[in-house]
């Protein structure tokens, strides 16, 4: 039947019960082609209504692409670089950044929990105090959560109108960006002075380890924290190892 739909009026079989002749299929046949013609043609019609089988079709509207100057972006990863290899204690180039979630170089070394909100002088006393002994400054976060700004921050505070806080032969110290380390050691406040007993491990998929450790907190120096701690910890271990900390700042517990 070529394809075609065959269409029965209700009243074909309506005469007394006569069967339909081959006139009568004829007509039906006729009669079904052109229905289906006519559908098609309505189909193709501008304006006329979807087929409802037929899944409908979603065209994003076109919208343009910022584009984004090579030469800005370049010049603005550089000069990234450069607030980068200035953030160090004593002179400019060539200092770590500080780095988010990165644990102190010496696992046992002091932990100095700083803010920037802090007295400049007292952050620039503590990162040289820390510097000569070989800890780490710990940061919760980041400025503005920039990375930039929290660089271009240290930079000021460190170096202000461009000059080194200390001779270009001083040791500098790490930093750490970690909120990690103030939940693990219950810092409420800053400066807060850590000294790890045992090494600061790295949290994994467990948790966040605690060490043994010393902690004192308040508005002093490292070399006046170390002092106290070489003086009143009850732990022998920790009383030796503040003892030999001071030592090397110059501090009589």
């Known amino acids: 039947m070529g394809g075609a739909v065959l269409l029965v009026a ?48 979603t ?6 692409l910022p584009q984004v100057p090579t030469d800005a972006l370049t010049a603005d990863q550089a000069a990234l670089r450069a607030l980068l290899d200035q953030v160090r204690v004593g002179t400019s180039p060539s200092a770590p950044a500080p780095e988010s979630g990165a644990m102190p170089p010496d696992p046992t070394a002091p ?18 105090e820390a510097g000569r002994v070989g800890g780490t400054l710990v940061l919760r976060g980041l400025v503005d959560d920039s990375l930039r700004e929290t660089v271009v921050r240290l930079r ?5 109108d461009g000059q080194a806080s200390a001779p270009a032969s001083a040791p500098e110290p790490a930093f750490a960006i970690d909120p990690t380390l103030f939940q693990r050691f219950a810092v409420a406040a800053v400066p807060t002075f850590v000294l790890p007993l045992t090494p600061v491990a790295a949290c994994d998929s467990t948790g966040c380890p605690v060490p043994e450790h010393v902690r004192l907190a308040g508005s002093v120096s490292l070399r006046h924290a170390l002092g106290v701690i070489a003086r009143d910890a009850r732990d022998p271990m920790a009383r030796d190892l503040a003892d030999a900390l001071a030592a090397r700042l110059g501090a009589q517990p």
């Open 10 to 57: 209700h009243g074909a079989l309506a005469d007394g019960g006569r069967a339909p002749t081959a006139v009568d299929l004829d007509a039906a046949r006729r009669q079904s082609v052109d229905a289906v013609e006519d559908a098609r043609r309505a189909l193709a019609a501008p304006g006329t209504a979807r087929d409802p089988r037929t899944p409908p079709t």
């Open 59 to 64: 065209t994003a509207p076109h919208r343009k």
């Open 111 to 128: 932990l100095v929990f700083v803010s920037l909100s802090m007295p400049d002088a007292l952050f620039r006393a503590l990162a040289d």
């Open 156 to 160: 000021a505070v460190l170096a202000p």
